[in-house]
């Protein structure tokens, strides 16, 4: 099996694969033009997020700045909005919902690192598939960690740390994300 496919598999996998470090440069060359383009652009963002993540909507937008890791294992549905500064560590997939809107500075993680340091020193990591709902509002600066499920119609807090399912219909928030009530 190789690196690519251990890692999109969640296994463990070395990340300073000749073919990984590609595909990251190739994401890099892409979130730069995207990162660089002037506002009068919107062809050049458009094919550019398109290049990205070729599984995305058409319709959803990310406002630069923008980093993540690969771009294809990213999904947008439809009308999704993405404010300013967010990053995707995108080593699994991470799907995103119709009409979901993201505040600035979310940092959403599907990267993870072994807990065992033996395992970590050798330099090999891991990932959880991130899966976020239909109309979530996620607030600026809140982190959503590996292998979370947002809910649909939920809402994330402003710099809240989402360390848990959170389900369908809440307003969460705080460190760690806690269901504060029920919409």
Not at 10 to 17: N, V
Not at 92 to 112: C, E, F, H, W
Not at 126 to 140: C, E, L, R
Not at 141 to 153: E, F, K, L, Q, W
Request: proline letters at 5%.
């Amino acid at each position: 099996m190789t690196e690519k496919e251990k890692m999109l598999n969640g296994e463990l996998y070395d990340a300073t694969d000749k073919v990984l470090e590609n595909d990251r440069n190739i994401a890099r060359k892409l979130t730069r033009q995207l990162n660089f383009s002037d506002e009068k652009e919107k062809q050049l963002r458009v094919r550019t997020l398109q290049q990205l993540m070729p599984n995305s909507s058409k319709s959803s937008w990310i406002q630069p700045p923008f980093h993540c890791d690969y771009g294809y294992n990213i999904i947008l549905g439809k009308d999704v909005f993405l404010n300013f500064n967010c990053i995707i560590l995108d080593i699994m997939s991470v799907k995103i919902g119709d009409r979901t809107l993201i505040g600035p500075n979310v940092q959403i993680y599907a990267a993870t690192h072994p807990m065992d340091y033996k395992t970590r020193k050798k330099g090999l990591e891991a990932g959880k598939p991130v899966t976020i709902g239909q109309d979530v509002w996620i607030g600026g600066s809140a982190v959503i960690c590996p292998g979370v499920t947002i809910g649909n119609r939920s809402v994330i807090g402003a710099g809240s740390i989402v360390t848990r399912d959170i389900p369908e219909d809440v307003l969460a928030a705080g460190n760690p994300c806690k269901i504060i009530k029920k919409l």
